[in-house]
């Protein structure tokens, strides 16, 4: 079995997984605090759990060279959730889902232009069946849902799938480098040193629960994020950008376990068109190197 089914896929997708629940639990506690809060929140307890991990694998400190480029990433990640965060606070979850969606076709055009990957056939062929299961399972909820209404919730969605698939691409570029502790760790401590001073803006004092369920975020953000650097660093972008869709799949089951949510048939085949893609892509693995550029200033 090539390599890349057997851990790069499967990596990914646990990290998306992980990271669609952690993307319930902020659409649920999203009534009650403002973004900025929303993500200091996540940032401080995701730095925490990643401090933990870096610490217990005795990673070494590292240094100024190391920094820079991760110090450039988190300006990316920071935009990447304050903007997601926000549509998800103002827009139906099924809405923000399908505007961010459009990421893997971000991430395959940025890692043509940054990384030099040239995306195959199967690739293409993939993103086009993920796009068509995105509009047969959403098709009857944006109908419902009324986007047009909130203008900056539809920018803010789209605008966070821009922003990801560049920390994506420029995750790719580091993965190879740096160890994966300090990767995460970076990228939570310096994201959240980012976004402090709007999260102190309207600070409203979390529950005994709510820090529970902050502390559950981080953890399930930084775990989710460890995945995600370990797969990055084994694949191409353009490849495991297209398993982005099977966050739909986390979604399904999730409501389906979690909420008693029976899918419709139109949301099961949709799922199987996005299923079929992610497979598609994984079918015939590239040959993996060190990308010899840096991203970021």
Known sequence: MPAFVSSPALAAVAGIGLLSVMDGLIKHVAADFGTGQLVVMRYVFGSLVAFIVFRAMRTRWPDWRTVRPHAWRSVVVAATAVCFFYALSVLPLAVVLALSFTSPIFIALFAALLLGERPGGAVLAALTLGVIGVIVVLWDELARANAGANGLGIAAAIGSAVTYA???????SR????????????QNALSGLLVAPLG?????????????????IGLLGTAGHLCMAWAYGRADASRLGVLEYTAFVWAVAI????????????????AALIVGGALLASRHPATIKEPEIEIGP
């Open 166 to 172: 560049l920390s994506m691409v420029t995750l790719k």
């Open 200 to 216: 102190l803006m309207g600070w409203s004092t979390p529950s005994a629960t709510e820090l529970a369920l902050f502390a559950l």
């Open 255 to 270: 409501g389906l376990f979690a909420f008693g949510e029976v899918p419709s048939v139109s949301t099961l085949s949709g």
């Open 175 to 186: 993965a190879a480098r740096d160890p994966l502790p300090t990767i995460v760790l970076l």
